[in-house]
């Protein structure tokens, strides 16, 4: 085997995921918009915490809101 066939032989599941995922995936829309101002609504309440702990606590849960919101808006559930 030459070497372009094994590289290729390597990165055939990484290329079949991404065509699948590709071809898989809905436009999110005006959801996905919504996600980025609550994101940063959320960022901007965080900000007002008084310590700082408080304020990067806070700002990690906008963080994980956010993700949830847009995995909730590309996959539907």
Do not use: N
């Not at 094994?6 to 699948?20: F, G, Q, S, T, Y």
Request: glycine share 10%; with cysteine.
């Amino acid at each position: 085997m030459t070497f372009s066939m094994k590289r290729l032989v390597r990165l055939a599941p990484a290329l079949a995921a991404l065509v699948i995922v590709l071809a898989g995936s809905t436009p999110a829309g005006a959801q996905e918009f919504r996600c980025h101002q609550e994101l940063r609504d959320c960022y901007g309440r965080a900000a007002g915490r008084e310590g700082f702990w408080e304020m990067w606590a806070a700002g990690l849960d906008c963080e994980l809101t956010y993700i949830d919101c847009v995995r909730r808006a590309l996959i539907g559930r």
